[in-house]
């Protein structure tokens, strides 16, 4: 684990402030951003503390301070799997074009399923703010978006997907495929990888996983769904500041 570099009462207290962020998160954003923020001066040099500074900018509306956060996420863990909100960071600034510039600057064979969807969410709603209907409806066009199966991200690709359908006039397709996210969203539960989609899907009680990545993963979709991006929120968290330098 990260947090084994600290010493055990600051791993402990950074422990604590991250648990908080998760579990207020989707509630209490701003109370979670508070925390994130006490995590990142204790820890700014661990990844996942960025990674949780940066979700929880984002839900509070701070653009510019997720973008700059996941990007220092980016190089200490050298990972991809939060570039999806990185696409979206940058809608929420105001620069879709450099948005679509990102998502097209990697492999997207190398990213997990789960990953490719939220992306192509982002790059369909970096489109839309550019006017390109058509072309957000083909950046949904991708293997997930199978009507005949559905994993825990089906939903969300197969709502933004009618989303668009709908902003091009095409409605009764859109309220297909509404109708099938529903279906998705109904048989899934928090164990199952998959169900087959069909007219006659069994009901399951969907159960919501309180984790950090999970909670800001369903709602970067939203907010990168035809629905449109939200405004740019004035930058904030500045004890936060990027402290590779220390």
Do not use: C
Request: hydrophobic share 45%; charged share 35%.
């Amino acid at each position: 684990m990260e947090l084994k570099t600290l010493s055990k009462e600051n791993a402990d207290e950074v422990a604590r402030h991250l648990a908080m962020a998760a579990r207020l998160i989707e509630d209490d954003p701003a109370a979670a951003h508070r925390h994130a923020l006490a995590a990142a001066r204790r820890a700014g040099r661990i990844a996942v503390v960025r990674e949780t500074l940066a979700l929880t900018a984002y839900e509070t509306g701070d653009f510019a301070l997720a973008l700059r956060e996941l990007r220092t996420y980016r190089r200490i863990s050298g990972r991809d799997d939060q570039l999806p909100l990185m696409v979206d960071s940058e809608r929420g600034v105001g620069r879709p074009d450099r948005a679509l510039e990102l998502g097209r600057s990697v492999d997207r064979a190398r990213l997990a399923a789960d990953v490719q969807v939220a992306l192509a969410i982002a790059m369909s709603g970096a489109r839309l703010d550019l006017g390109q209907t058509e072309a957000a409806l083909a950046e949904l066009e991708i293997p997930q978006l199978d009507r005949r199966s559905a994993y825990s991200y089906s939903p969300a690709l197969f709502d933004a997907y009618a989303t668009v359908l709908e902003d091009l006039g095409r409605s009764a397709e859109a309220d297909d495929w509404h109708a099938l996210a529903e279906r998705a969203r109904d048989a899934l539960g928090q164990d199952e990888e998959l169900v087959v989609v069909e007219e006659d899907l069994p009901d399951h009680d969907a159960v919501d996983a309180p984790e950090v990545e999970t909670a800001s993963r369903a709602q970067l979709a939203d907010a990168g769904s035809a629905e449109g991006t939200g405004a740019p929120a004035e930058k904030a968290g500045r004890d936060a500041e990027d402290r590779d330098g220390e």
